[in-house]
């Protein structure tokens, strides 16, 4: 076993090792993060690098990539910006790189092996159900952006 007290990984500070129990048996060590934040951290979390600090690294690098993002900046407080001025969300009109079907608001859910069409309309799912065919969701999701699309 490895006594950790004293070293630093990334901002946290090892104080003490811990009397925490934890299912996989992995010693458990109380550190101070560098934002003053106490935190219990498993040990080979610390070691390997996964657990770098109590969480206010994350905050502070995702705060950095927003601030580099122009789009981001620009649409931050305004939920305008992510709808279309007919209402329509643009998540529900721009296929998205996750998007494996080929077809916008329509997805393949695996554990309940079923095909899902869906269709957002100022704010709210005016589509949103299951079908054994593919075809059969592409021809749901078509139909209703035809209904609210294009009134």
Known sequence: MYDLTGQRFGRLLVIKRSTKKVKNRNAQWKCLCDCGNH????????RNGTSR??????????????QKNCFFEKSK???????????VNYASIRKGKK????????SYDQQQQVWFARLMFRGKYVLLKSFVKFDDAVEAREEAEREYFHK
Do not use: M
């Open 53 to 66: 600090s109590c969480g206010c690294l994350r905050r502070d690098l995702a705060k950095l990539n927003s």
């Open 99 to 106: 998007n494996h079907s080929g077809v916008i608001g329509v």
């Open 39 to 46: 935190v219990i951290v498993d040990g080979y979390n610390l």
């Open 77 to 87: 407080g305004n939920p305008n910006n992510f709808t279309s001025p007919s209402g």
